[in-house]
């Protein structure tokens, strides 16, 4: 059994992926999805309903988060989040790396700066 490579997937990336517009080239998650399996959390699909102006755009979303999976929110990871202060600069931030920790996922994101004191493996698109 071949073993694919997983990938926690930043609401950037996301983004991304529903404007994309280059006909000719993949998006940034197309490539991703095609290495492997493509997670995102309830906080990133959060972020793209909530900057969602139309139905639209809604449904887009929909259709984009039913390609891959969403991870949900437990109680557990409150129980780590404290390992990220002054680590990343936002609860968000805290948050998305914990969820990355519990599942042993790297993160995939262009804004690598935004955690690279986490401790988290984090992969530049570039690199993939």
């Known amino acids: 059994m071949i073993d ?19 006909l000719t080239a993949p998006s940034i998650l197309e490539k991703a999805m095609t290495k492997g399996i493509c997670f995102t959390t309830v906080i990133n699909a959060s972020e793209l309903f909530f900057a969602a102006s139309d139905d639209v755009q809604r449904e ?11 991870l949900g929110l437990n109680s557990r990871y ?41 401790g988290i493996k984090i992969i530049n698109p570039l690199e993939m």
């Open 60 to 70: 887009s979303i929909q259709d984009l988060l039913s390609a891959i999976k969403v």
């Open 4 to 22: 694919k490579s997983q990938f926690l997937i930043d609401t950037d990336l996301l983004l991304e992926h529903l404007t994309h517009q280059n």
């Open 78 to 118: 409150s129980l780590k989040i404290s390992k990220f202060f002054n680590k990343v600069a936002t609860t968000r931030d805290a948050l998305l790396c914990t969820v990355a920790e519990f599942n042993r996922l790297p993160i995939l994101t262009n804004d690598t700066a935004r955690y690279s004191s986490s």
